[in-house]
């Protein structure tokens, strides 16, 4: 199973409204990680969390909060945030050891702040 | 920091056509992977090749296939036999395994066509 999976798959939210995205992967990796991605540009790094620690915070707004629960699982709580935050939101995994590192991509979540 | 350079916006290429796409990188490791990412047109986002540094053999994977020059610090990717499904943007990306977690890093992109 090579299969990253993100939920929901489109959001629409207020600018007053909390919400969260899912990510969830079965393959073992212990490394996970969040990006922002618009539309014809390159994915930007937000958050990396390895073996369920947060170990790389790129310096993003404190309106957009990681949380692993476990080896499998992570979260991305959204709150007060502002219509340039709309973009997809990419979940991605990739191994911590061994001879491969590439990162297998979950299909993203489209988010769109009104 | 290292930085990945994709000098090829747009690129367009007849069907059953080959083409090149470029990546140079610029970095100071000497152990490090090197990957192309295709993203299709409102579809995830997937691997297409990876390259390890330390290996000197260029990687292939069916039609797809790396140049890759670790002096010149370029990495290309050669699609020969284009089909229609290759329409797509490719990323190519670095990444440095460190004690605390991988890093990687995106060039630009370039938005291929391909036509019939």
């Known amino acids: 199973d090579t299969e990253v999976t993100q939920t929901p798959k489109h959001l629409v939210m207020g600018m007053t409204n909390k919400k969260s995205l899912k990510c969830e992967q079965h393959m073992g990796h212990r490394a996970m990680y969040w990006y922002k991605q618009k539309a014809k540009k390159p994915p930007e790094l937000m958050f990396v969390?390895?073996?369920?620690?947060?170990?790389i915070n790129e310096s993003v707004p404190s309106r957009f909060s990681p949380e692993c629960p476990n080896s499998s699982l992570l979260n991305l709580h959204l709150h007060a945030l502002q219509p340039e935050d709309s973009a997809l939101y990419l979940c991605?995994?990739?191994?911590?050891?061994?001879?491969?590192?590439?990162?297998?991509f979950g299909p993203g979540t489209r988010l769109t702040v009104t | 920091a290292q930085t990945v350079t994709q000098s090829q916006p747009e690129m367009s290429v007849q069907e059953a056509e080959t083409v090149t796409l470029s990546c140079t990188y610029d970095t100071s490791e000497s152990n490090y992977y090197l990957f192309w990412y295709k993203q299709p047109p409102s579809r995830q986002m997937i691997l297409v090749i990876r390259?390890?540094?330390?290996?000197?053999q260029n990687a292939t994977e069916n039609r797809f296939s790396v140049n890759f020059q670790k002096a010149a610090k370029s990495f290309s990717l050669k699609i020969s036999d284009s089909q229609l499904g290759d329409t797509a943007m490719y990323f190519c990306?670095?990444?440095?395994?460190?004690?605390?977690?991988?890093?990687?890093?995106f060039g630009t992109g370039t938005s291929l066509t391909v036509i019939p």
């Open positions: 991605a995994s990739s191994q911590e050891t061994g001879y491969t590192y590439e990162q297998y």
């Open positions: 969390y390895s073996y369920e620690k947060l170990s």
């Open positions: 390259q390890e540094a330390y290996k000197q």
């Open positions: 990306a670095f990444m440095k395994h460190y004690n605390t977690g991988n890093q990687f890093y």
